[in-house]
């Protein structure tokens, strides 16, 4: 018997950067993502010799660990062995013995939220071997909580509720970690304008988003107002975009993408660098009307918006700059968890 899950990637169209705390808890942020054909995928086989193995498929990392009911974090492994050790601990389970292997369409630390999406995909595989009680909302806010509380990992809220809801969703992130998700019941061809006129690059570049993050926690605890104003401009900016989509106003995308753009970079000072911002103007130059970077920035993957039939031409003008255009559309369902018989 084999469970397996899977978790979709996604990008932030607007809002990023406001599910952060302390922000989220004194002002209520606002995000709007969609989610993509890249994915988070675990795969559990139950064993009978009190063992755990924790493997990277594609990788030859693999940890193999005697079973007990709780794991010390060892490099390399934290996100496997935070999901079990809370699983057990939440659940008053009896220590579980199984082989667990993950894999990921896509680099870490490249702006897509691997880090949470796989958290959730391995989450989902527990909840599926061993039928816990648990709705969307719980499992959401159990993979933000193992990963942001329980493993002290730096970052949001979204990435948690993008990856376990799935579609494109409005989503509100208020005190005391209340957060409603709102899909967005769009008319299939904004979602196949939107879908054409966006082109995901990879920058070839990634990076650590801890650092960029702690620098923006630090900037609203210090209320460095040119930070905090930013971020009132990006939660303006969803609102923007839900409603543009909602209308079918597509026209509006790339300007108001561009304006998050220039606020978001006013967070903090190292979410751009020179080839990022080199790039952007290639993009601008040869036919978007304006993109970002996914995530918290420094590098992985930027997006454009690309209207009429200016995609192929930004296309060609932006890998020469040493990245890689990649293809994706967008997807309707969140996570997915099944279990086969071998």
């Not at 084999?2 to 002002?27: E, F, H, M, N």
């Not at 988003?209 to 930070?227: L, P, T």
């Amino acid at each position: 018997m084999i469970i397996r899950s899977k978790a979709p990637l996604r990008i932030g169209l607007a809002g990023g950067g406001t599910d952060v705390s302390p922000y989220s808890d004194i002002y209520g942020g606002a995000i709007l993502n969609a989610t993509i054909d890249l994915y988070a995928y675990a795969s559990l086989e139950p064993l009978n010799n009190g063992k755990i193995e924790f493997c990277i498929d594609g990788t030859d990392k693999c940890l193999v660990l005697d079973s007990k009911a709780q794991l010390e974090l060892i490099e390399g492994f934290e996100l496997f062995i935070g999901v079990y050790n809370r699983v057990i601990k939440q659940f008053n389970l009896k220590p579980l013995s199984f082989r667990l292997t993950s894999f990921i369409e896509a680099p870490q630390g490249s702006g897509l939220g691997t880090s949470s999406t796989i958290v959730v995909s391995i989450l989902g595989a527990f909840i599926e071997w061993l039928k816990l009680p648990l709705g969307k909302y719980d499992i959401a806010h159990l993979a933000y909580e193992i990963e942001r509380i329980d493993l002290k990992m730096a970052g949001g809220k979204q990435d948690q509720y993008a990856a376990t809801f799935g579609g494109i969703n409005y989503i509100e992130f208020l005190a005391n970690d209340r957060v409603i998700v709102n899909p967005l019941q769009l008319k299939r061809e904004v979602i196949n304008e939107l879908e054409v006129n966006l082109l995901l690059y990879f920058t070839a570049t990634q990076r650590l988003s801890a650092a960029i993050i702690n620098e923006q926690v630090k900037n609203v605890n210090d209320k460095n107002e040119k930070s905090v104003d930013a971020m009132h401009n990006l939660k303006e900016q969803a609102h923007q975009m839900k409603e543009s989509l909602l209308r079918g106003e597509l026209n509006k995308i790339g300007e108001i993408l561009h304006f998050g753009w220039q606020n978001k970079k006013q967070m903090a000072q190292s979410i751009s660098n020179p080839l990022i911002d080199s790039i952007y103007e290639t993009a601008l130059n040869n036919g978007s009307t304006g993109g970002k970077i996914s995530g918290a920035g420094g590098g992985g993957f930027m997006f454009f918006f690309c209207p009429k039939v200016t995609k192929i031409k930004v296309a060609h003008a932006i890998e020469q700059k040493g990245g890689r255009v990649q293809p994706f559309k967008f997807t309707t369902e969140g996570l997915t968890t099944w279990t086969i018989d071998y």
